[in-house]
């Protein structure tokens, strides 16, 4: 049995899907979600930051929800993240990424926090702006090494991918040629010292010039070829092999995110070769607003994506795909996938 949160227009939908059958609770009704996390360790305790709600937390796997966030001085909380190595009494150390940015962090699943205000002296900060609401930024991403306890790396969106290597305590500022704009940023346990960014400025990836190399993101490179579309929006990579990415990429912004503009896309790489875009069983690039993609340890070859089709699945490392029979209540808007997570259950 596996279970789906996908953050959708106005809801949080919890999707059990069990031998090819699926059932679905709407939670959050009439918020905004914008970002989920799971405990990697206890699956039961689950986070959700909304965009005009502030900080949610489940201790029953989604099926009932409580505001937390005492110590969290903005409402928008756009990118959770829980810790795999800096566990405190058996439960993982919670990041929360605010805007305007800001990152904050629990020690006690998300009951009080405190900010990690090093990160607002960085001297790329006051550049950062989001085009939308140019006024403002925010954390897009946070994504805490799964084998480095202290090392988390966070997306400013846009301006800057930046790195601590104690815990958020302080902070590094971007590399040169790294990544600007960063959606998602991925790490595999079977690949230490790689991660794998899919930004507006294009997919990257640890390396020196045109070469690839694992060294926790002190340089970069764009290994791009066979995409016709350079605006990426995620990225997932195969829990079995860390060679094996899909992304999903648009001609730009508007595209990705605007019904009225909608054309994406999802690609594919194995090893050191080009890109292909997959088609198999995925709705047609018109129309597609940009996929929200994930895989989960406990499945390998698998991956998943979110759209504004719905939710699919693939059990061929990305070759294929199919959609999830999900049977969404009447009136249900799909719209824009913010959030994907996928758990064993």
């Known amino acids: 049995m596996t279970k789906v949160y996908v953050a959708i227009d106005r809801v949080l939908a919890v999707v059990h899907e069990q031998n090819g059958r699926c059932t679905v609770d709407l939670q959050l009704v009439g918020s905004q979600p914008q970002c989920i996390a799971v405990d990697p360790q206890r699956s039961q305790q689950v986070y959700c930051g909304t965009f005009d709600r502030g900080l949610w937390r489940s201790s029953d796997a989604g099926t009932s929800w409580e505001p937390v966030g005492e110590g969290i001085t903005h409402e928008k909380v756009m990118s959770v993240a829980v810790s795999t190595t800096e566990r405190i009494d058996g439960s993982g150390v919670v990041y929360a990424g605010?805007?305007?940015?800001?990152?904050?962090?629990?020690?006690?699943?998300?009951?009080?926090?405190?900010?990690?205000?090093?990160?607002?002296?960085?001297?790329?900060?006051?550049?950062?702006?989001?085009?939308?609401?140019?006024?403002?930024?925010?954390?897009?991403?946070?994504?805490?090494?799964?084998?480095?306890a202290g090392r988390v790396f966070a997306a400013a969106e846009a301006g800057a991918l930046v790195?601590?290597?104690?815990?958020?305590?302080?902070?590094?500022?971007?590399?040169?040629?790294?990544?600007?704009?960063?959606?998602?940023?991925?790490?595999?346990?079977?690949?230490?010292?790689?991660?794998?960014?899919?930004?507006?400025?294009g997919f990257m990836r640890p390396g020196n010039g045109f070469v690839q190399s694992d060294d926790?993101?002190?340089?970069?490179?764009?290994?791009?070829?066979?995409?016709?579309?350079?605006?990426?929006?995620?990225?997932?990579?195969?829990?079995?092999?860390?060679?094996?990415?899909?992304?999903?990429?648009?001609?730009?912004?508007?595209?990705?995110?605007?019904?009225?503009?909608?054309?994406?896309?999802i690609y594919r790489r194995s090893g050191t070769g080009?890109?292909?875009?997959?088609?198999?069983?995925?709705?047609?690039?018109?129309?597609?607003?940009?996929?929200?993609?994930?895989?989960?340890?406990?499945?390998p070859g698998v991956f998943y994506a979110a759209n504004n089709h719905g939710v699919f699945r693939s059990a061929d490392a990305g070759t294929t795909w199919e959609q999830l029979p999900i049977p969404w209540p009447t009136g249900t808007e799909l719209g824009r996938a913010s959030a994907l997570v996928v758990v064993p259950e």
């Open 274 to 299: 080009q890109w292909q875009q997959v088609r198999n069983g995925l709705p047609a690039p018109q129309g597609l607003l940009a996929s929200v993609l994930t895989a989960n340890e406990a499945e």
């Open 98 to 148: 605010t805007e305007p940015s800001a990152i904050f962090r629990s020690e006690d699943r998300g009951t009080t926090w405190r900010e990690l205000a090093a990160l607002r002296q960085l001297p790329s900060a006051p550049t950062w702006s989001f085009p939308p609401r140019p006024w403002t930024s925010h954390i897009r991403w946070i994504t805490p090494d799964p084998l480095v």
């Open 163 to 201: 790195r601590s290597l104690d815990g958020g305590e302080h902070w590094e500022d971007r590399k040169p040629g790294g990544p600007f704009d960063t959606h998602t940023l991925v790490m595999h346990r079977l690949a230490p010292n790689r991660l794998y960014s899919a930004a507006g400025d």
């Open 216 to 265: 926790g993101g002190e340089t970069w490179y764009r290994p791009g070829a066979g995409l016709s579309y350079h605006y990426l929006w995620s990225v997932a990579a195969d829990p079995a092999d860390p060679n094996t990415l899909v992304i999903s990429a648009a001609p730009g912004p508007q595209e990705a995110h605007n019904p009225m503009h909608a054309e994406s896309a």
